[in-house]
């Protein structure tokens, strides 16, 4: 079976062209000009309808879809079968038929469980800060990149259990070995920690190393995590900057606002 983003992709490619059919059955319908004839582009919605059935393994479903196929296809008027609406207009009952079916499927893909999701997995890491510093479950503060990886990690694996600890990628990017991956969100997670103003420059070169260009068809998103001990750039800020380097499509910065290191009564800044 394919792979479920490409299913994805062929459904929304099918929505698509299923306007383009009702647009030109409409133009079509008011103009009878043989030149806009939508049939041959209602027929592709119907084949590519099939395609997703086969692909899917709904094998009830292609029949019926199939069936439907075979019936207009032989009728006399074929896929530019005329309805007309209460009001006098005309419409397609081939393509609502079509569009039956294609909802049917869609149910099998809730629109905003990804987005959900995602949108969890944001928010645990925004209200952990308070977690990962409190010194009655860790009795330090994070001193360092691997503190901060290691506390957050061992959290988010109780609510994400296919959480991968330094994931190996299939598609290596240079120099890039990733923290955390959780495979059914397809996103990557890395962590940064900064101690004073100069460690700014130096992990947003490493993000633009790291995320520009890069594609996979199993890591979709790229989250960083940064752990600052003092307040030295705003989340808002972060976004701003992506988004002038151009990388705000799959990219995503957390700051979490941490406490500076203590050591022998001075604070290391």
Known sequence: MLEL????????????????????????????????DPSWLIEKCFLQLLAIAEVLNLEELRKMIYAEY????????GFLVRGIDPDGGAYSPVLGRIRCFQRSIEAFFPKEESTKVTKDLLQIIRDIDYVI?????????PSNEEDVHQR??????????????????????????????????GTLIEYKFISSKDGISTVADEIYA?????V????????????????????????????????TENT???VLNGEPVVKKGKRVI
């Open 5 to 36: 983003e490409s299913i994805q992709k062929s459904i929304k490619t099918l929505d698509a062209d299923m306007s383009s059919a009702y647009s030109q059955f409409d133009e079509w319908a008011m103009t009878d000009d043989d030149w806009r």
């Open 70 to 77: 075979t019936k207009i296809k032989d009728s006399d008027k």
């Open 133 to 141: 510093t409190n010194k009655a479950i860790f009795r330090t503060i």
């Open 152 to 185: 957050i990690e061992g959290i988010l694996k109780c609510v994400f259990p296919d959480l991968k600890h330094k994931p190996v990628l299939t598609k290596p990017i240079k120099n890039f070995e990733p923290d955390t991956g959780i495979p059914s969100l």
């Open 210 to 214: 790291d995320t520009r260009g890069y």
């Open 216 to 247: 996979s068809k199993d890591w979709r998103r790229f989250l960083y995590v940064i752990y600052e001990t003092h307040r030295f750039r705003t989340e808002r800020d972060w976004q701003e900057h992506l988004k002038q380097g151009g990388l």
């Open 252 to 254: 995503t910065v957390v």
